[in-house]
């Protein structure tokens, strides 16, 4: 539920920054500018260059439901098909890299030292995704600044890495060792939290899958040749057989999530 309410609180903000960045464009050309004047050559220009771009890379920054408040990162990479069509398109290349939570995992907190564990969790769960598709224009920006709004259809493979997750097991006498969770040999009365995260890296078990994802993308006019976008969309993904994530829940290979990325970047 919190991880909900965090992804729909970042919805809210970033809805909030668009009408916010609306409504100074309109009041600047409000009834204080009524005058039809035509625009100077160097108006004309900036507005032509601004739209004069073949292609946008961008890195980012996304959360998930079905991940803490930072979820992962994100590059994606656009090109234009046919800038002179009534129904702009772009080539849409996505590569992600995210985390994947059980829906039933929570966190426990250890008395005394501040730190936390996942009890039962026996894996994580790291989604990589490359993708490919089309974005489609849907609403143009105007000349006097604005939102450019697209949708986006994508898909492709995804790679699993279902790695183990260590438990700090505490034996005694000040002798602490990095474990995988046993529900056979571990309880809450020697666990001390959670253990390396590159702990057992090597021994992680790759499982293929394939994800698709649909998505309206929101580019705001903040630069003129950079580049800064909001994507808010829903994602869904399979497994060519079930994560073993937790040992206390039952475990699948169908991941459904909304989530939103926040990108930075640049045209050309």
Known sequence: MKKLLSTTLYIVLAFLTLNTVTAQRRNSS????TKTTKPTKAKEKEVVDENNYHSILSFGITTNTNSGLLGGFAAKKEIVINSGSSLHQLHYFGLELVNVNH???SSVNVGGNGSSYTYGKQNY??????????EFNLFHRSSDGGVSVSGIIAGGPTIGLEKPYYLQIYYGRGIFRDEVYDPNKHNVTNIAGTGGFFEGLGNSKIVPGANIKAALNFELDAFR???ISLEIGFLAEI???NINIMSFAENQKVF?????TLYFGGKN
């Open 125 to 134: 769960l790291f989604a990589i995704r490359p993708q490919y598709g089309r």
């Open 30 to 33: 409000g009834p204080a500018a």
């Open 225 to 227: 040749q950079s580049n």
């Open 103 to 105: 829906p039933k995992q």
């Open 239 to 241: 497994y060519q057989r």
């Open 256 to 260: 459904t999530s909304g989530y939103l």
